[in-house]
Structure formats: structure tokens, C-alpha cells
């Protein structure tokens, strides 16, 4: 069974204007963390964001924030004043407590393009 | 602060020869980790290592595969006999063990198999 959906294959969003990236995640464990990275066409995955299942307040950092819904089992990512950099793939991903070898689930991804 | 580097960044080789990636994690890093990504997936977990230790392998891992750690620094990973089904970007990420643990990923090599 998948653990990370990802139900954007694609998304656009105008400069400056800010963008949703939905996540939706399963599983049974009460400790886990949630995860966003970005992937340009160069192939990095570069961290932006994290969520731990505890953690009372949705997490920010600069113009990313996390929109955490533990009970819709949900970690939308959030763009603030999209930049045209901002263009690429976006994953959601997971760690378990209860997986031991502590590895990321990802989803499939989303690519976002930032226009002019 | 140097990140995750790997090596070499692109690979492009014939069926059934070996190849092996090289990758050097954060310095203070004592886990790390190796994942594949073809072309439209989230990246898939293939191994593990803390410190020397490789304590996780997934069942994509095959036969062919193996990766190494030796004295908990860099890694390898090998792929013996490959096959066109091999052809994918490699990632290796790194992390320190603790509370919001968070993987820190290298730019990849990316293999082509013909």
C-alpha cells in the first residue's frame, strides 16, 4: 500500500502568488516525521521542511510552511510569493519509528512551475 | 559546512559490466543511506549503514548489489553484471542520529545502461 500520496501530478502558480502541494500519508505508528525536499532538474533533493507527529505547531521555515492535519492524516506544503527559482519537483515523504532502518517513504512527486 | 558529495555524477555503461559510485557524507553524520529514482518515482530505499554497520537492506537490493562503509566514513555501492533495468539516479543521504532527524542528499549519479 502506498504511504505518501501525492495527487498532483502537476501544478502551475503565478510569481509571486503562493501555491499548495498536497500530502497525504498512512500509517499506523504515533511517532513519525514528515518530510518535503525539492528536486530541481539538476537531481538534488534539497530539505526544506519537517514535521514530527508531536509537534503542536505547524512548522515554518521562511516561505515554506506545513499544514498539518494529523487526524486527515495530511502535510500540505505551502509556497509563500512563489519565485520563479521555485519551479521543480516537490516530495513528500515520511519516516516511521517502527521502521528500522529509519528510510524515507516518498511520494510520486509534484512538479510545480512558477510563471511570469 | 561541505554537504553530501558523489561520485562520479553521470555513468554510462554496457550490459553486464560492474560500475561503482562513491559517496561522502557530512562529516559528523553516522548514518547513511542510498536510495534509486527512475524517471517519475519518489526515490526507493535500497541500504543503510550506521557507522560501519550496514543494518538495512531492501528486498530491491539484489544479488548484484552491494554496498560497503569501511571505517564508517565514505561508501560505496556496486553494481556487478548490470542490466538495462539498472539505468536510474542513485541518491545518498546522510543524517545524524537524534530528535528531528533529517536526511541531507548528495547530487546523485545518474546511470545509463545500454
Known amino acids: 500500500a502506498q504511504k505518501i500520496t501525492q495527487t498532483q501530478p502537476g501544478m502551475f502558480v503565478q510569481e509571486k502568488e503562493a501555491v499548495t502541494l498536497d500530502c497525504t500519508y498512512d500509517?499506523?505508528?504515533?511517532?513519525?516525521?514528515l518530510f518535503w525536499y525539492k528536486q530541481p532538474s539538476s537531481g538534488e533533493m534539497i530539505f526544506l521542511i519537517y514535521?514530527?507527529?508531536?509537534?503542536?505547531q505547524n512548522a515554518t521555515e521562511g516561505r515554506y510552511s506545513l499544514n498539518f492535519q494529523k487526524a486527515r492524516k495530511s502535510a500540505n506544503l505551502v509556497i509563500s510569493a512563489s519565485q520563479l527559482g521555485d519551479s521543480a519537483m516537490y516530495f513528500c515523504?515520511?519516516?516511521?519509528?517502527?521502521?528500522?532502518?529509519?528510510?524515507?517513504?516518498f511520494g510520486k512527486g509534484t512538479s510545480l512551475l512558477v510563471t511570469p | 559546512d561541505t554537504g553530501v558529495s558523489q561520485d562520479p555524477r553521470h555513468k554510462i555503461t554496457k550490459r553486464g559490466q560492474n560500475v561503482t559510485f562513491r559517496c561522502d557524507p557530512i562529516s559528523e553524520h553516522n548514518r547513511l543511506y542510498w536510495y534509486r529514482q527512475t524517471l517519475g518515482q519518489g526515490p526507493e530505499f535500497l541500504t543503510y549503514?550506521?557507522?560501519?554497520?550496514?543494518?538495512?537492506k531492501s528486498r530491491l537490493l539484489s544479488d548484484r548489489f552491494s554496498a560497503e562503509r569501511p571505517k564508517g566514513s565514505f561508501s560505496t555501492l556496486e553494481i556487478q553484471r548490470t542490466e538495462q533495468g539498472d539505468s536510474a539516479m542513485y541518491l545518498c543521504?546522510?543524517?545524524?542520529?537524534?530528535?528531528?532527524?533529517?536526511?541531507?542528499f548528495g547530487p546523485g549519479t545518474r546511470l545509463l545502461v545500454l
Open positions: 549503514f550506521q557507522n560501519e554497520a550496514q543494518l538495512e
Open positions: 500509517t499506523s505508528d504515533q511517532s513519525y516525521g
Open positions: 543521504a546522510s543524517s545524524q542520529q537524534g530528535l528531528q532527524e533529517t536526511q541531507y
Open positions: 515523504a515520511m519516516r516511521e519509528a517502527s521502521n528500522s532502518g529509519y528510510a524515507l517513504n
Open positions: 514535521q514530527g507527529s508531536y509537534d503542536e
